[in-house]
């Protein structure tokens, strides 16, 4: 009875600071910026059409390191793919899961989809982007394989996804090689800020890798689901 | 700054180094692993006050949710208590 009193006390802790954050300014960064920082904050809105500046840094400004990071993310997926490859698992006796979690799972899955998709389609617009979008549709399918005993997605269609994506991408970074002379530039018209169709590019490229780490985790957890 | 704000940060702070040295202590990795997860949730709170929302996004969805996710798959594969 105790212990209960102090977690349901901790959790309600944790519940005001996180709402009693949002509400509070603190004052960093208010230094004033200088050099190539000073340039994005002053300039990005004008030059990229993107109102979460951090996105622009990342896809546009910044490109070339995401792409990068994407073939990182590619490898890794890979790697270990190759090495759960030869490790498929007989059935063996599981414990049944419960109604509870069987029921409220499949509900929370179309949802938990939604929200991954919001994100990495406003991506230029709110905070997030591809990367922790692909990682939230890949939490839901987590959900799902954990709590539904008949749920395997497809893994030739993941890797397909993936792999599709990825061309997708580079074949837009050298769109904007052969248009505007220089590897993943805008080459799209930037329209009017805050609008979901805005920014040119950057909308492209974040539903290209949210597809990508979305389908590439969760590549990497049916691999060591059937491990 | 609200000083009472303050003091809930230093409160989280406390909370994040405690919580590492139960991890640190504790042979079963159960208990680690989603030691774990509440330290990434109270990381991405900070990364909000430190007014990064983009980290903090991200740094809840893997660090609580698909790191929780493949070391319960490793986890499962290997053993629940660590032994001596």
């Known amino acids: 009875m105790i212990r209960r009193l102090i977690a349901l006390l901790v959790s309600l802790y944790l519940g005001y600071i996180l709402y009693s954050f949002v509400y509070v300014h603190f004052p960093f960064g208010e230094r004033p910026l200088r050099g190539v920082a000073a340039h994005y904050v002053e300039n990005g809105i004008k030059e ?15 490109g070339f390191d995401t792409l990068g990071e994407v073939t ?8 270990l793919g190759l090495i759960l490859a030869g490790m498929k698992r007989e059935e063996e006796e599981k414990p049944e899961p419960t109604l509870i979690m069987e029921t409220v799972t499949k509900y929370l899955f179309p949802l938990v989809l939604l929200f991954g998709s919001y994100i990495f389609i ?8 591809g990367f922790p979008a692909g990682v939230v549709i890949a939490t839901g399918y987590f959900m799902m394989f954990i709590a539904q005993r008949s749920f395997t997605p497809s893994e030739y269609l993941l890797s397909a996804t993936e792999s599709f994506a990825g061309t997708l991408y580079v074949i837009v970074g050298l769109l904007g ?41 969760t590549g990497i957890l049916l691999h060591l689901k059937e491990a | 700054m609200n000083s009472l704000i303050l003091f809930m940060a230093l409160g989280l702070s406390v909370v994040l180094i405690v919580g590492t040295i139960i991890i640190y202590l504790s042979k079963d990795l159960l208990v680690a692993i989603l030691g ?14 430190l007014q990064a929302p983009d980290v903090a996004i991200t740094e809840a969805a893997i660090g609580a949710g698909l790191t929780t996710g493949i070391l319960l798959y490793a986890m499962k594969k290997t053993g629940r208590y660590e032994d001596d």
């Open chain 1, 177 to 217: 090689l052969a248009l505007a002379f220089s590897f993943l530039d805008n080459v799209m018209p930037l329209g009017i800020p805050n609008r979901v169709f805005s920014a040119g590019i950057i909308p492209v490229i974040y539903i290209i890798i949210g597809f990508k780490v979305g389908s590439e985790m």
């Open chain 1, 48 to 62: 990229e059409g993107a109102t979460n500046i951090v996105t622009s840094i990342v896809t546009l400004y910044r």
């Open chain 1, 72 to 79: 990182v993310l590619f490898l890794a997926a890979t790697g």
């Open chain 2, 36 to 49: 774990s997860a509440v330290i990434s949730l109270i990381a991405s709170i900070f990364f909000l006050i």
């Open chain 1, 122 to 129: 406003h991506g230029h617009l709110t905070p997030g982007g």
